[in-house]
């Protein structure tokens, strides 16, 4: 089978897309998770493996109760497609870079801590990649990506949350663009309920209901802890007792250290604050979302915007 790629560096041929194809199933272990990752549908994804497996003679993924397997061959071709795949990447990153189309500036839209979001990784694979790209980071809360990216004040950034987040700014003008935007989903996270030391009996074994009475350190609308909860007490039909109000995560942890009340934080952060300073981890509540990387869709052709998706897809797949 024969890959290529145009002379524009920037077309995946039908080829590379059958690849990519076979690749993303073996990881997702599903198809119809393919098909989100990869944004087609699920009789595409199944037509893409139906060619690769006739072009190669091969069986390659057998159908189980959990999900796409590899077979023995499956798993022996994956080790080649992904040296092949890497190799097709690192060519169209190197010839873009010699004709000098990725450059200029690149605004970028940051949040929560750079470690977490793997921002070092990102921006060095760019600056190896694309010698000649300027990036510029704008930090803030997560709402605030998605304003800036429809008021062209950022190219990409990352995002917490859904776009069908009730609470984003800009909320019909979101609603209305939300199938506008080119979105990466790079991870799932985990958020907790963390207390101060000494209010087990408060927390534990609560739900949501129970929990919105107890004092709260909020946290602006543009926060994902504010989206995230307001979702949840809508559910349960409360609504949030808030003594206090701030917009950076270390002094919301500073005053649920003090004992002023609940404050929603990542689950390792949580954890971390449990063993550390004895803070309590509310065991009967959870919330999970997304941490995805977002640029209007309209300009992920751009070879700046285009470059930094490409670059970050591979931080997130090493």
């Known amino acids: 089978m024969r890959f290529d790629i145009n002379s524009s560096y920037m077309t995946r041929t039908a080829e590379l897309r059958t690849l990519q194809a076979f690749l993303t199933v073996a990881q997702e272990g599903s198809i119809s998770r393919a098909a989100d990752v990869l944004h087609l549908t699920q009789p595409a994804i199944s037509l893409q493996l139906k060619r690769l497996s006739e072009d190669t003679g091969l069986k390659l993924f057998s159908r189980t109760s959990r999900g796409m397997e590899l077979t023995r061959d499956g798993a022996s071709l994956l080790v080649k497609a992904e040296k092949v795949f890497a190799a097709l990447t690192d060519f169209s990153q190197t010839a873009r870079r010699m004709n000098g189309a990725v450059r200029g500036r690149l605004r970028i839209g940051t949040i929560v801590d750079p470690d977490f979001i793997r921002l070092g990784g990102f921006l060095g694979g760019l600056m190896e990649a ?18 800036r990216l429809l008021r062209d004040q950022i190219d990409v950034g990352y995002f917490l949350g859904s776009l069908d987040d009730p609470a984003l700014p800009d909320e019909a003008e979101v609603r209305e663009n939300r199938r506008a935007f080119r979105q990466v989903d790079l991870t799932r996270i985990r958020y907790r309920v963390i207390a101060p030391a000494g209010w087990d009996r408060m927390v534990m074994g609560k739900d949501w209901s129970e929990l919105a009475r107890l004092p709260w350190i909020g946290t602006p609308p543009k926060s994902v802890h504010a989206r995230l909860l307001e979702k949840v007490f809508a559910v349960a039909g409360q609504v949030q007792n808030q003594v206090a109000l701030v917009d950076q995560e270390p002094g919301m942890l500073a005053l649920v250290q003090c004992g002023v009340g609940l404050s929603l934080c990542q689950e390792s952060i949580a954890l971390d604050q449990k063993q550390s300073r004895g803070l309590v981890v509310a065991d009967a509540v959870k919330i999970e979302t997304n941490l995805s990387f977002v640029a209007l869709k309209e300009r992920a052709e751009d070879p700046n915007i285009s470059a930094a998706l490409e670059v970050m897809e591979g931080v997130w797949r090493a």
């Open 130 to 147: 694309f010698p000649d790209l300027r990036t510029e980071l704008v930090h803030g809360m997560s709402g605030d990506v998605i304003s």
